[in-house]
Nanobody
């Protein structure tokens, strides 16, 4: 089965770049028709979709975040990366990676990782 695990620093200072990694096992990130997304959930708020990278390497981002967001991949390591620049305390959230597959659903999710933006 597909498993995803987010990792990265739990604390980031304002104005710095947040960088997270999603390690995928049980399935290739280059497999046809698999899309790999990042979402986040700030405290007390709903889940916010940030963007995705497709099996071909193409990307798409939320309009509200695209100026600061970069999603990439390392196919040799079967990993996804998320970079969010110029962070503020409002970027504090639990960050998730997930797969959107042939089922037309987000069928596999990581457990999420807490990121706090503070001085």
């Amino acid at each position: 089965q597909v498993q995803l695990q987010e990792s990265g620093p739990g604390l980031v200072k304002p104005s710095q770049t947040l960088s997270l990694t999603c390690t995928v096992s049980g399935g290739s990130i280059t497999m046809n028709y698999n899309y790999w997304s990042w979402s986040r959930q700030p405290p007390g708020k709903g889940l916010e979709w940030m963007g995705f990278i497709s099996y071909t390497g193409g990307t798409s981002y939320s309009p509200s975040l695209k100026s600061r967001t970069s999603i990439s991949r390392d196919t040799s390591k079967n990993q996804l990366t998320l970079q969010l620049s110029s962070v503020t305390p409002e970027d504090t959230a639990v960050y998730y990676c997930a797969r959107y597959g042939l089922s037309y659903k987000y069928d596999f999710w990581g457990r999420g990782t807490q990121v706090t933006v503070a001085s």
